[in-house]
């Protein structure tokens, strides 16, 4: 599966902020509830409007931002 067919970025929805296609849901909610330990079936309860396709697609899209940028982190040399 292929993470841009779940994920949209509309600047008139959630502020511009990626979100996943046809909700209101950000991909930034779905992957704090991830952090968070949270399961896939206790974030489809929360979030009902998605699917578990949704939260895989947001964990590539995490991915693939992870590869693509260069995050200074605290204490590296």
């Known amino acids: ?11 008139h929805v959630c502020h511009g902020q990626p979100c996943i296609k046809g909700t209101r849901v950000s991909v930034s909610v779905v992957l704090d509830n991830v952090a968070a330990g949270e399961g896939v079936d206790a974030i489809l ?30 204490g590296a040399v």
């Open 45 to 74: 309860r929360s979030y009902p409007t998605l699917k578990a396709e949704d939260i895989q697609a947001a964990l590539k899209y995490a991915a693939e931002l992870a590869r693509e940028r260069v995050v200074d982190l605290p």
């Open 1 to 11: 599966m292929d993470w841009r067919e779940r994920i949209s970025v509309d600047p």
